[in-house]
């Protein structure tokens, strides 16, 4: 029988991370603290200056002249205070971009920190780029498809503040996330991941995808459908033919 040494301990907390990873975890540790203390500042600035956003982001009901009601005491304060806090993660998604690939340039070689650069400038830009499009012209379409719809049934419609701003701020998160389509394909074909000519054998299956999406995200109209799947689809051309270059180029 073997007996099992006094000194023998069970492992302690410390020696389950390896020591090596101890300075990346605090570094991450620093770095996550720092993306929320820009997160929790935007927000806080955008709290003081709510009136002035939700003016801002109004104005596409101005052409329609259509009134906005809160139906609870506090709707208004959390209307304004979610309004704050997409805000301020919208005003942090640069820093948290900056922020990740400070983390992971050490470990980069020098063609993936050339992606690494093109990725942090690229995905702000893309999603900020929807949202903007997204507002200036696909959301009057959208709200002016909601408010014809039905007319002259003897039914009025009395908006929410809180739902207006919901489904503006989700027509804007699509618009944005599906610009980052384009640049996740770019990244894939110039790591080498799928070929050029691979995508374009599914070309039609991916055109057909696109214009899906856009007519699932937008009201069942052929005019916004068209404007959001257009743009979508020369994207997708554009990050096809940039990623034909540099496979040549490679």
Known sequence: MTETPEDESPPRKRDIVPQEWEPHLEELRKRVISVLVVFFVTTLAAFAFS?????????????????????????????????????????AIPFFCMQAALFLWPGLRGEE??????????????????????????APIVFGFFLSFGAGDGVEGLWSLKEYLALLFDLMLAAGLLLQMPLALLALLMTGVVSPERVAHYRPHIVLLIFLLAAILTPPDVVSQVMMGVPLYLLFEGALGLGRLFGKRR
């Open 51 to 91: 009136s002035y956003i939700v003016a801002f982001l109004t104005a596409p009901l101005a052409v329609f002249q259509v009134e906005l009601y809160t139906f609870a005491p506090a709707e208004k304060f959390m209307a304004y205070l979610h309004l704050s806090a997409w805000t301020g993660a919208v005003c």
């Open 113 to 138: 920190r050339r992606y690494t650069s093109g990725a942090l400038f690229g995905v702000p830009v893309l999603f900020v780029l929807g949202a903007a499009l997204c507002y200036r012209f696909l």
